[in-house]
């Protein structure tokens, strides 16, 4: 069974990503810092299922010291990691200019240098398997920009110049990095969202309606398969069409 690490994989869109991995037949470890009542759940229904597994690693993300031993840790107990999906993030919202810093430097540290490393401990095995793949969650507001997420948007947008880079440097190894940038969906980073926000979303896609965690999770599930094989490097935008 292929080993694929999905990080805040225990809620939202991590959880419905860890989900559909599974019951594609993969063992996915999902790593945050809290073992949530509906990952447990899952994990039950996904054992009732045989076929994946689904497993939980507590980590602190922002804690970058513990990355190199976390992946080693995972790596002896489970075999060969297979995949990785950067999916954990915080979506502080904020006006730049009042922004407290220490909220810029957490945004900055979980988005962007905790799956930068966590890629970098991870990828080392897969140049020497010759296989691997790597899903980056970006958003489409690191193309299409939102007042008050400036500093969030930074973030995502880093992730896909990341994507692009590290798949010309692995691609000849056999590894491919893709991103996906999801719309708005319906999870606790958005549970602000006021209803005329929502509306507005809505009536902004192109669908007029708004993406859903599974329409995510698929989009991640055909990246880490075989059918995705010769796709790298690129952004596959799920969002209804609200950037359309
Ligand atoms: N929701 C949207 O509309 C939307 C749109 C576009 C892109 N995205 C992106 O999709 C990804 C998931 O978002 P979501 O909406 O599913 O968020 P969410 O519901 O808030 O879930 C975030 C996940 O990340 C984990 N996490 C947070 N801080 C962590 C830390 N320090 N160390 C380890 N894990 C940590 C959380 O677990 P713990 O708190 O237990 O650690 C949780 O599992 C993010 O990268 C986000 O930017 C979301």
């Known amino acids: 069974m292929r080993n694929i690490l999905v990080t805040g994989g225990t809620r939202g869109l991590g959880l419905g990503i860890a989900r559909r991995l599974a019951a594609s037949g993969f063992r996915v470890v999902a790593i945050a810092r809290t073992r949530t009542e509906r990952f447990a759940s899952a994990e039950l229904a996904v054992e009732t299922c045989d076929k994946g597994r689904l497993h939980f690693r507590f980590g602190d993300l922002t804690d970058l010291a513990v990355l190199p031993g976390m992946v080693k840790e995972i790596r002896s107990e489970f075999g060969p990691i297979y995949g990785l999906v950067n999916n954990a993030g915080v979506g502080t919202a904020g006006v730049l200019a009042t922004m407290k810093d220490t909220d810029l430097e957490h945004l900055v540290r979980l ?35 939102y007042s008050g997420l400036s500093v969030y948007s930074a973030t995502k947008a880093s992730l896909t110049g990341f994507t692009r880079s590290l798949a010309r440097e692995v691609g000849p190894l056999g590894i491919t990095v893709n991103a996906v940038a999801p719309g708005f969906l319906d999870t ?3 549970h602000t969202l006021t209803p005329p926000e929502r509306a507005k979303i809505t009536r902004r896609s192109a669908l007029h309606r708004m993406a859903e965690i599974e329409d995510v999770a698929n989009m991640v599930d ?10 790298t490097g690129s952004v596959m935008t799920v969002d209804a069409g609200n950037s359309a």
Request: positive net charge.
């Open 188 to 190: 606790d980073m958005t």
């Open 111 to 145: 988005n962007v240098t905790a799956p930068l490393m966590l890629t970098k401990y991870v990828i080392r095995s897969m140049m020497s398997q010759g296989d691997g793949r790597i899903v980056n969650i970006s958003s489409i507001v690191a193309n299409t920009g």
């Open 222 to 231: 055909y990246l880490v398969s075989e059918k995705a094989r010769n796709i």
